[in-house]
């Protein structure tokens, strides 16, 4: 059974730094694509990153370009999104999903989600 | 970006019911389409991957179908726990994008 674990979410003031990680387990874990997704609460699906199978091919969506950076370790079975300067704006749940080689972007297996709440 | 509409937003209807959910993106995405259910306080669920293609484990009361720029989920027959709001979600290109969802309620 493929478990996806998503955590470090929390509180953080504006400006701040959070390092959001997600393991996963019951795959290939260096087969896979990881990628970020959020959700304000109450609202729709937005991607926002994703990493290639041995880490070589970043992207992320323009609107956290500069301040989001994802990274893995294969060893760990782990993908970091590392977010700083952190805005109100990026308050939501965070849902960490793997994609499979024939297409990244089929989000196949997804986390139970971590929130982060930016406030002062 | 490519922009996904979904129709309509909200969709009452009953167990037994034939539902349609439709999709429609801003240009062509050839057939770089999939379909997710959501449940409150759940992730979403991959249903339908490649505008047609059935993901393993779901049930197949569901189906999707089109390409270019119209696509269409179809619940055959709504069960108790199809409760719920669908997203399509586009991934011709980056980034990819999501419809706004589709609440599917109790009529």
């Known amino acids: 059974e493929v478990q996806v674990v998503e955590s470090g979410g929390g509180l953080v003031q504006p400006g701040g730094s959070l390092r959001l990680s997600c393991e996963v387990s019951?795959?290939?874990?260096?087969?896979?694509?990881i990628n970020w997704v959020r959700q304000v609460p109450g609202k729709g699906l937005v991607w926002i990153s994703r990493?290639?199978?041995?880490?070589?091919?970043?992207s992320s969506a323009d609107f956290v370009k500069g301040r989001f950076t994802i990274s893995r370790d294969n060893a760990r079975n782990t993908v970091y999104l590392q977010m700083k300067s952190l805005r109100a704006d990026d308050v939501a749940v965070y849902y960490c999903a793997t994609g499979p080689h024939w297409n990244p972007s089929v989000f196949q297996n997804w986390g139970q989600g971590t929130l982060v709440t930016v406030s002062s | 970006d490519i922009q996904m509409t979904q129709s309509p937003s909200s969709l009452p209807a009953s167990i037994g019911d034939r539902v349609t959910i439709t999709c429609r993106a801003s240009q062509s995405i050839n057939s770089y389409l999939n379909w997710y259910q959501q449940k409150p306080g759940k992730a979403p669920k991959l249903l339908i991957y490649?505008?047609?293609s059935l993901e393993s484990g779901v049930p197949s009361r569901f189906s999707g179908s089109g390409s270019g720029t119209d696509f269409t989920l179809i619940i055959s027959s709504l069960q108790p726990e199809d409760f719920a709001t669908y997203y399509c979600?586009?991934?011709?290109?980056?980034?990819?994008?999501f419809g706004q969802g589709t609440r599917l309620e109790i009529k």
């Open positions: 019951g795959i290939t874990f260096s087969y896979y694509w």
């Open positions: 490649s505008a047609s």
């Open positions: 979600q586009q991934t011709s290109s980056l980034p990819s994008t």
């Open positions: 990493v290639s199978s041995d880490g070589s091919a970043p």
